[in-house]
């Protein structure tokens, strides 16, 4: 076998054990070994090359940036833990449920909200699902919207800011996770006007499936009903100003005073006295906070290490020119190669979560992207928007799995009228995904929505740059001219740096 058919084979090989169902970091960490220790065997690169492996993983787990996600994780737990969740549905509920469709637009708002503050897919399906979905029932909303509309807000957590997701490809495109956080705010507002407007849609063709709720069922109204809508959003919405602000994530701030690892610290005390002055925060409260962080951190780590030993390899047989030489000659140029790498992750999330195709497809095809000329800001947002739907896939879909779990509860305990059935779960997130999947075309085609609220760069002045380099070849006798100092060097030269480059590790 020559090494030129190697890296199709080492590919083929990952779907393979993908499909198995084995852990994924043990399997590419065996899969990258066995491939790595015959290629030695062959002659393709000497038996040095696998000794750079533990500097590598090392090295890996040096970068400061990572740290960031156990602050993140644990800031986020903590809220979705400590009751937000509860307080803003039911005063949501109580403020838009007598409009048609009223208790969606409060599912799709708070959404977005918990989706800035909790950044956890399953606690904020489930949350959501416990307190709205009785109340859907109850006043004769269809059952496949309201469980469309459940799933596909708690996803919105995978995009808006500050997302673990987003870190995660900052760090792995080699971009600040300030810009990415920057470009990920035009896709994620996109998202909850389209929900909106496929709720707005319905509630006017389909009225009888979102109605609203009568004025009688409201128990608070007025200034009252007002005050415990701004109670449970103000102080979440400050924290996570200070949050992103501070690391230079949200548009028009220009300046960044804090690396993500110091924001998701500050964070993170912040989310403890949040709950402390919800009169929730408490010992067991905390205890369960931090095994969940510990193990989504643990398992973040185990897959950067698995696919770290693969990449090495890969890269070692010159499968990464193999995967540039495939995709660069796809008809269409950028286009076509974006439509087709979005089309490969779409299929792939069917069998992988975010953390996996992250760590273990991104490194193959970020380098592709920077060489066409893609600005990776953009390229790693599209991939963001297209994982989401690795939670909505009927029917390997997580976000189904827990509605379907918590709706099996909700039944037993006699908070629903009657069972929820796979089918109307199934059937009811497919408008979801197809709406997820028009915003990635949006995004595609109109890479403004990413990059409207990023830094833009400095131009050059040219004028300016020609009488600088006039004086620094004219005469030095003569006494109006004067020579270019270092500052001024500096300012006409250097390029400005983004907003979030003190967020860069």
């Not at 986020?76 to 949501?92: N, Q, R, T, W």
Request: net charge neutral; proline share 6%.
């Amino acid at each position: 076998m020559s090494m030129e058919a190697f890296p199709p084979l080492m590919f083929a090989g990952l779907i393979v054990v993908l499909l198995i169902g084995f852990p994924v970091a043990f399997s590419l960490a065996a899969l990258g070994l066995a491939c790595g220790f015959y290629a030695v065997s062959q002659g393709w690169f000497p038996p040095e090359f696998m000794s750079a492996l533990p500097q590598n993983v090392f090295g890996i787990l040096s970068n400061d940036l990572l740290l960031a996600i156990p602050f993140f994780t644990l800031m986020g737990s903590l809220l979705e833990k400590c009751g937000l969740a509860e307080d803003m549905l039911d005063s949501m509920g109580q403020l838009f449920g007598p409009v048609r469709g009223g208790l969606g637009y409060s599912v799709i708002i708070v959404g977005f909200i918990l989706g800035a503050i909790t950044g956890t897919v399953a606690g904020q399906v489930i949350a959501m699902a416990m307190i709205s979905l009785p109340v859907m029932m109850r006043y004769g909303y269809s059952m496949r919207y309201a469980t469309g509309v459940l799933a596909a807000s708690g996803t919105i957590t995978q995009l808006v800011p500050p997302s673990l997701v987003l870190v995660v490809l900052a760090d792995q495109l080699g971009r600040s996770v300030g810009d990415m956080y920057k470009g990920a705010w035009g896709p994620s507002i996109l998202q909850v006007l389209i929900f909106a407007l496929y709720t707005f849609v319905l509630a006017r063709l389909r009225p009888e499936q979102v109605p609203g709720v009568p004025k009688e069922a409201r128990t608070l109204q007025g200034w009252a009903l007002w005050k415990k809508c701004l109670r449970g959003i103000i102080p979440s919405a400050l924290l996570i100003f200070a949050v992103l602000g501070s690391m230079g994530g949200l548009p028009g701030i220009d300046t960044a005073i804090c690396t993500p690892t110091e924001a998701g610290a500050m964070g993170a005390v912040g989310a403890f006295i949040l709950a402390g002055l919800h009169r929730r925060l408490s010992w067991p409260l905390v205890w369960e906070t931090m095994l969940g962080t510990m193990r989504i951190t643990a398992m973040v780590v185990f897959i950067l290490i698995g696919s770290r030993t693969f990449s090495l390899v890969f890269q070692g047989v010159e499968g990464g020119r193999w995967i540039e030489h495939m995709l660069s000659n796809l008809p269409g140029g950028q286009i076509g190669f974006l439509i087709a790498v979005n089309v490969f992750i779409f299929f792939l999330a069917f069998f992988l979560d975010f953390f996996e195709i992250a760590f273990i497809i991104l490194p193959l095809l970020g380098p592709v992207a920077e060489k066409m000329g893609i600005d990776l800001v953009w390229f790693g947002v599209m991939l963001c928007v297209n994982m989401q739907t690795s939670f909505m896939h009927p029917p390997f879909g997580f976000a189904l799995f827990y509605l379907r779990g918590i709706a099996d509860t909700l039944f037993k305990n006699g908070s629903l009228p009657k069972k929820v059935e796979s089918g109307d779960i199934y059937m009811g997130a497919l408008p979801w995904v197809a709406m997820q999947l028009i915003l990635v075309a949006i995004v595609i085609f109109f890479p403004q929505t990413v990059t409207v609220f990023l830094d833009k760069e400095k131009p050059v002045d040219l004028n300016q740059a020609s009488e600088l380099l006039q004086q620094m070849g004219g005469d030095k006798d003569k006494p109006q001219q004067k020579e270019l100092s270092a500052d001024d060097a500096a300012r006409l030269f250097a390029p400005e740096l983004p907003a979030s480059a003190a967020s860069q590790p």
